[in-house]
């Protein structure tokens, strides 16, 4: 059975259609993959860096702590 001219042109249009549709389903997927890599480098690097914010906010309060002695040892000091 021989198609009609009409009928061809649906088809062109529908292959056309389907082959944009896949193409777009493919970089949508290559984004959803860049954009993974990307949150679990951002996810790794702010683990790492909250660990650091934890080291140095522990040298934070021995410092505080070092300080705190040696102001009470200087004010010993000044009124002995």
């Known amino acids: 059975m021989a198609m009609t001219e009409l009928e061809k ?3 062109s249009a529908f292959e056309q259609l389907s ?3 896949e193409k777009s389903q ?3 997927a290559k984004a959803l ?3 993974q890599e990307q949150y679990d480098v951002t996810r790794k690097d702010n683990r790492q860096l909250g660990e650091q914010v934890k080291s140095l906010s522990e040298q934070v309060q021995g410092l505080s ?3 705190d002695q ?3 040892q200087v004010l010993k000091w000044a009124s002995g």
């Open 33 to 35: 993959a860049a954009l």
């Open 65 to 67: 702590r070092q300080v």
């Open 9 to 11: 042109q649906l088809l």
């Open 26 to 28: 493919n970089e949508s």
């Open 70 to 72: 040696l102001s009470a």
């Open 19 to 21: 082959s944009e549709f």
